[in-house]
Nanobody, 120 residues
């Protein structure tokens, strides 16, 4: 069994910053991709940023230059540093990881979601 536990969401004023964290735990052999998605009310879930185990990090155009994704392999944790936040960044943010377990080579897992609200 694998779990992704997120933390760090909250209410912030426009122009402010937040840092999201997501720790994976359980029967993990390898973590391939780790990513953050978000879903605003009435909209589809969208990719915000993805960091592979090896390779190029990907960002949605709307967050380039403002958000930074990083991962700590020793802690099985992914972070999202969000700066210069805008009201349109308001959404539920979901952690994602593609993981190899003892039983399956590649399985997608999702966190429970954390609310980020940008408002004055």
């Amino acid at each position: 069994q694998v779990q992704l536990v997120e933390s760090g969401g909250g209410l912030v004023q426009p122009g402010g910053s937040l840092r999201l964290s997501c720790a994976a735990s359980g029967s993990i052999i390898t973590i391939y991709d780790m990513a953050w998605y978000r879903q605003a009310p009435g909209k589809q879930r969208e990719l915000v940023a993805l960091v592979p185990r090896a390779g190029v990090t990907i960002y949605d155009d709307s967050v380039k230059g403002r958000f930074t994704i990083s991962r700590d392999g020793a802690k099985n944790t992914v972070y999202l540093q969000m700066n210069s936040l805008k009201p349109e960044d308001t959404a539920v943010y979901y952690c994602y990881a593609r993981i190899r377990t003892p039983l399956v080579d590649s399985v997608p897992y999702w966190g429970q979601g954390t609310q980020v609200t940008v408002s004055s």
